[in-house]
């Protein structure tokens, strides 16, 4: 019985790996479905990060001046992390990855705002959100507004 059970478990973590992304040794998932199974299992709330890696300057700011912090790494493990990039550049992404950005986009972004954080809950139930960034290093409100999320 326990072979087949890890004859069962090994296609779950080998899709589960690649759903994944490393952005500065936090490990963020790119795949919704993925996240929203995580965050029920692990009674979690999921803190969705819209960015354009390759053309936004606020966003690559705040991956420098947030995500790179240890209190962010300390904050996150209390979250599911969900990271959608529409870069322009089509060819950094897959084709269905970026398919599945754009349709995340479409359902929890409209406005199409970068950056945006987006916290939704184990049902994909929005709970909160904050955008922008104002390029200063000063983070602090973003930290207060995923510890007030959590």
């Known amino acids: ?5 890890l004859f069962l478990l ?3 973590m080998a899709f589960a790996q690649g759903d994944m992304v490393n952005v500065d040794d936090a490990n963020w998932l790119t795949n919704y479905d993925a996240a929203v199974a995580l965050a029920k299992k692990d009674n979690k709330n ?36 969900l990271y959608i990039d529409i870069p322009r550049n089509r060819d950094l992404l897959s084709k269905e990855q970026m398919e599945h950005n754009t349709t995340v986009l479409s359902k929890l972004n409209q406005k199409g705002v970068f950056p945006l954080l987006k916290v939704i809950n184990e049902n994909g139930s929005e709970l909160d959100e904050m955008s922008g960034y104002s390029m200063n290093g000063e983070v602090q409100y973003h930290l207060a507004f995923l510890k007030k999320n959590k």
């Open 1 to 5: 019985m326990k072979y087949v059970f």
């Open 10 to 12: 090994v296609p779950v």
């Open 46 to 81: 999921i803190m969705v990060y819209f960015t354009g890696s390759d053309w936004c300057p606020p966003c690559k700011m705040l991956k420098k001046d947030l995500f790179d912090t240890s209190e962010f790494k300390s904050i996150a493990e209390d979250y599911v992390l």
